[in-house]
């Protein structure tokens, strides 16, 4: 009861100054800075009076390394509060044995939130142990994503640094206008599984001005997403920003109105792809811009891939069902480190339309021969510079 009534006074008092907001501090509730010491169940009180304060609100961590050994989940079905801003000056960091939270899905999750900004602070995954598991060859579980965002709108991540994730670091699922910007995101170039940010489902999300080096994709767009704008982003080491894998289902729904624009690839395995499964599907691509793009010594800078059939294992010999069409590459510019520089490898029974390449400028690392570009089942029109010769 003096707990309780202990938080109560901290929150009038911080408030006094803004009468329109109220701050939660999670020492408050006994979450310590020290790095051993389970915070969980500090964070979860601070997010329970948050979210029922009928104020905005705040939830401060300050300075200091907070354990959470367990996955957490911020649950927002019932907040009074109009918007709430959880403001990290520390680290948060994932317990160093990986089974703690490794089948959880999400390490961090927010459900069903809505005008929720994260802001600053580390999110410290711990994920080299698991890394290492995988790569040797022995039975482990995938994995937990550092930061879930699912069913949730009006979700801003500034500022927000995120390290050494188990799987994914962002995933952002069924979720509307999302704005995502200043991240930095840093794993090994050999992680496996370790995706930047996922993107499912979601409408109106935007990614500006942020870095991602990893062992997988910088961006992933899975299926069922529409308006993306993503400007600004380093991507590297990494393969690179997909739109894909797609087509895994017969029945799914397709990605749409995607901008990527004055973003730079160095030393990844892809730059700008489209990746669709092997198997019939009635999925679609629509609609997608790559504008303005420096690649610096990547492998494959432009590509479409549908014939993605990993260890040709549940669809050799299909023909990929996604249609895509009207796909625009403008100003793609800067060095491949394999010969085929632009690959547009369609569906035969499917083929692309509206492939429109312009003023791509690529140049085999290689000073001894030319950059080539190859097409399969994919028609449109190019037009301005192009090296290498185009191949539509």
């Known amino acids: 009861m003096k707990i309780a009534f202990f938080v109560i006074v901290i929150a009038v008092v911080s408030s006094a100054g803004a009468a329109s907001k109220v701050t939660y501090d999670v020492t408050s509730f006994g979450a310590k800075g020290d790095g051993y010491t389970d915070s969980t169940k500090a964070f979860l009180s601070a997010w329970s009076y948050a979210c029922n304060s009928t104020k905005s609100a705040v939830i401060n961590v300050p300075s200091g390394t907070y354990l959470l050994a367990t996955a957490i989940t911020f649950a927002g079905e019932r907040c009074k509060s109009s918007s709430i801003m959880m403001r990290i000056y520390g680290t948060l960091v994932a317990p160093s044995n990986y089974n703690a939270i490794a089948t959880s899905g999400d390490w961090i999750r927010f459900h069903r939130v809505s005008h929720v900004t994260i802001s600053g602070g580390t999110l410290d995954g711990q994920g080299a142990s698991l890394w290492s598991c995988k790569t040797s060859g022995k039975s482990c579980p995938s994995g937990a994503t550092t930061l879930g965002i699912y069913n949730s709108n009006n979700i801003v991540i500034s500022g927000l640094k995120l390290v050494n994730s188990q799987m994914f670091h962002i995933l952002i699922d069924a979720c509307a206008n999302v704005k995502l910007q200043g991240v930095t995101i840093s794993a090994s170039g050999v992680s496996p599984n370790t995706d930047g940010i996922h993107l499912i489902s979601s409408t109106d999300v935007t990614i500006v001005s942020t870095k991602i080096a990893t062992g997988d994709d910088c961006i992933s767009i899975g299926p069922g997403n529409t308006n993306l704008w993503i400007e600004k982003v380093a991507c590297g080491p990494g393969h690179g920003i997909s739109i894909g894998s797609l087509g895994w289902q017969l029945e799914e729904p397709g990605v749409q109105n995607i901008t990527v624009t004055t973003v730079t690839f160095r030393g990844t395995q892809n730059g700008v792809r489209i990746k669709t499964w092997a198997r019939a599907s009635h999925g679609f691509v629509t609609g997608v811009s790559f504008q303005h793009v420096t ?46 520089a632009v690959k547009l490898d369609c569906s ?35 037009s301005g510079i192009l090296r290498p010769t185009s191949c539509l």
């Open 295 to 340: 690649m610096i010594n990547v492998k494959n800078p432009i590509i479409i891939d549908q014939r993605y059939c990993p260890d040709n294992n549940n669809c050799p010999n299909q023909a990929a069902g996604v249609k895509i069409k009207n796909v625009l590459y403008e100003d793609i510019h800067g060095t491949s480190d394999t010969q085929v």
């Open 348 to 382: 035969q029974g499917n083929p692309c339309a509206g492939i429109r390449l312009q003023d791509v400028n690529l140049n085999y690392t290689s000073v001894d021969k030319p950059a080539l570009s190859s097409c399969a089942y994919a028609a449109g029109s190019a």
